[in-house]
């Protein structure tokens, strides 16, 4: 019995998902990458046919190879308006919501500063009375 593999893995693989999975794999990475690599070696074997070749018309070539240099930073420009796009989407919709919540926000910090005032009026209001009486009864004696 095998001890690499844990206890609670099975011992021996299923042929049926083995199969499929090896089919998957074929198709989803093996696939797109063999023709993602034959279009960057035809790419590159065109460039390097075009410098190669004695044909005397260097700025058509040198034109074809700038197009071949500004498409992948267009694609990256592409791809960072589209993600600016969405980020100003997002906070367009966000933005309709914080009225709501900064309403709220609000309210609550409201009502925390009326139980606040009124905590510290009722702790203050003792101190108060008696320095209000002590006042009163100095002003009392003066008079007289």
């Excluded at 410098?51 to 930073?73: H, Q, R």
């Amino acid at each position: 019995m095998q001890k690499d593999r844990p206890d609670f893995l099975p011992q021996s693989r299923n042929p049926l998902t083995q199969r499929e999975h090896h089919r998957e794999v074929l198709w989803q990475i093996t696939l797109p990458m063999a023709v993602g690599v034959l279009l960057v070696l035809a790419a590159a074997t065109g460039v390097i046919w075009a410098g190669v070749a004695n044909t005397g018309d260097v700025s058509k070539w040198a034109d074809v190879s700038l197009i071949w240099l500004i498409i992948p930073l267009m694609l990256a420009a592409l791809l960072f308006l589209g993600l600016l796009a969405g980020l100003v989407y997002v906070l367009a919709l966000g933005l309709r919501r914080v009225p709501f919540f900064m309403y709220r926000v609000q309210v609550f910090f409201k009502q925390v500063s009326l139980q606040v005032r009124k905590v510290s009026n009722g702790a203050v209001e003792p101190v108060m009375r008696v320095q209000s009486l002590t006042a009163a009864w100095k002003a009392l004696w003066r008079r007289r």
